[in-house]
């Protein structure tokens, strides 16, 4: 693992049981964000991404507190990050392999290489929301693909689930930049460390 300085990247860290949608931006470190994903005892709890995905789209523009699943998933410590892509597309602006750097650095850390994650992609409103939902859930997985193939992730600790606009952050503009975001959540333990 290399150690990096990121202490200049804009993360948005929901740190716990605080919901994404108040997540605060900040600045953080890689050390911040181990600290934040890794306040989890739990065993990783069973994870049906096809459920939670009709779950969300039958529950647009509800709270995903309001929706049993998700509302298991809101609970546990999580993050949102600020990953950009080309426009209508799922490649992964080059800018923003920083950010999966450091994620990854922090997912190779030793108290955060016991945990599963899930990466949830959101987007805005704009546009068509059956596309939105198809994008949105084609960048959540590239993004497990690259953090597992250009940052030796292990593919077996990441699920990838898109969510399109089912989840806007409460109180915006559903249309707004802010939208288009990724959330990772902790998802538990899923080995013991040796």
Do not use: C
């Not at 949608?21 to 890794?38: E, N, P, T």
């Not at 789209?57 to 999580?78: D, F, Y």
């Not at 597309?89 to 450091?102: H, K, Q």
């Amino acid at each position: 693992m290399i150690a990096r300085s990121f202490k200049t990247l804009a993360v948005l860290l929901a740190v716990s049981m605080v919901p994404a949608g108040l997540a605060v931006a900040q600045q953080v470190s890689q050390q911040r964000i181990i600290s934040g994903l890794g306040k989890l005892k739990a065993n990783a709890q069973a994870v049906d991404v096809e459920l939670l995905r009709q779950e969300a789209m039958k529950g647009a523009g509800q709270p995903m507190s309001a929706l049993p699943n998700w509302s298991r998933i809101g609970q546990l410590p999580q993050m949102v990050v600020e990953i950009n892509f080309e426009n209508d597309s799922v490649a992964i602006e080059p800018e923003s392999y920083r950010t999966l750097g450091l994620i990854a650095d922090a997912l190779h850390h030793p108290n955060l290489w016991a945990y599963k994650f899930l990466v949830i992609g959101h987007s805005s409103s704009t546009g068509d929301a059956k596309h939105n939902l198809e994008l949105s859930d084609q960048r959540a997985a590239a993004i497990k693909e690259a953090l597992g193939t250009t940052f030796a992730v292990d593919p077996q600790r990441l699920y990838a689930v898109g969510v399109g606009e089912a989840f806007p952050i409460p109180g915006s503009n559903t249309e707004a930049a802010a939208n288009r975001r990724v959330q990772l959540v902790n998802l538990g333990v899923f080995t013991q460390k040796k």
